[in-house]
């Protein structure tokens, strides 16, 4: 059974930093490309960035780039995002996914972690 | 959220059809089509349905979706009180490289 486990998330002050977990199992975590997606409270959807399967190459949506790092270490199945600069329009629950395929096309919300709340405030 | 329009509320009642509708420019539905997610107060997205129709494992067929130019659509058949949650279209925006999602619709069964 695929299951992604979200942590790191919690109350931290405009321009503070944190670093998010999500620890993967029931699926060989080195084969796929991995995604971060957030939530803002009583809002959509908003897709944040994404790693490939190697860790080779990136993606970082314009509202994070430059403040956000993804990155992954396939030793210990975890998928990582660096925040930084937070400000409080990052406050939203932080989903990480891993992509669905068939045999012509995958999408990247296949599975979905129960996400990590970061909150902005002073 | 740009790319994808969803409206933002639709109201049936038990044991009916919802269709729920997605529309972007042709970079977008009209390239590859759309997935759907369903998400409950509280609860992660959870997937439909991507590329038009192709439905994960133990998702139910009363849920089918479709594509017509650049809208695509999602049915729901023989509404259920558990039916009742938020709806998101998610597609390819080859004009950006990157998965946009629609701003996601309220589905009421009543």
């Known amino acids: 059974e695929v299951q992604l486990v979200e942590s790191g998330g919690g109350l931290v002050q405009p321009g503070g930093s944190l670093r998010l977990s999500c620890a993967a199992s029931?699926?060989?975590?080195?084969?796929?490309?991995m995604h971060w997606v957030r939530q803002a409270p009583g809002k959509g959807l908003e897709y944040v960035s994404a790693?490939?399967?190697?860790?080779?190459?990136?993606y970082y949506a314009n509202s994070v780039k430059g403040r956000f790092t993804i990155s992954r270490d396939n030793s210990k199945n975890t998928l990582y995002l660096q925040m930084g600069s937070l400000r409080a329009e990052d406050t939203a629950v932080y989903y990480c996914?891993?992509?669905?395929?068939?045999?012509?096309?995958?999408?990247?919300?296949?599975?979905w972690g129960q996400g990590t709340l970061v909150t902005v405030s002073s | 959220q740009a790319g994808l329009t969803q409206p933002p509320s639709v109201s049936k009642g038990l044991r009916q059809t919802a269709t729920l509708t997605c529309t972007g420019n042709?970079?977008?539905?009209?390239?590859?089509?759309a997935a759907w997610l369903q998400q409950h107060q509280g609860h992660p997205p959870k997937l439909l349905s991507y590329?038009?129709?192709n439905r994960p494992s133990g998702i139910s067929e009363r849920f089918s979706a479709s594509r017509s130019g650049n809208t695509a659509s999602l049915t729901i058949t023989g509404l259920q009180p558990e039916d009742e949650a938020d709806y998101y279209c998610s597609a390819w925006d080859s004009s950006l490289s990157a998965w946009v999602f629609g701003g996601g619709t309220k589905l009421t069964v009543l």
């Open positions: 790693i490939s399967s190697n860790g080779g190459s990136t």
């Open positions: 590329r038009n129709n």
């Open positions: 996914a891993r992509p669905v395929c068939s045999s012509t096309s995958c999408f990247p919300g296949g599975y």
């Open positions: 029931g699926f060989t975590f080195s084969s796929y490309a």
């Open positions: 042709s970079n977008i539905v009209g390239n590859q089509g």
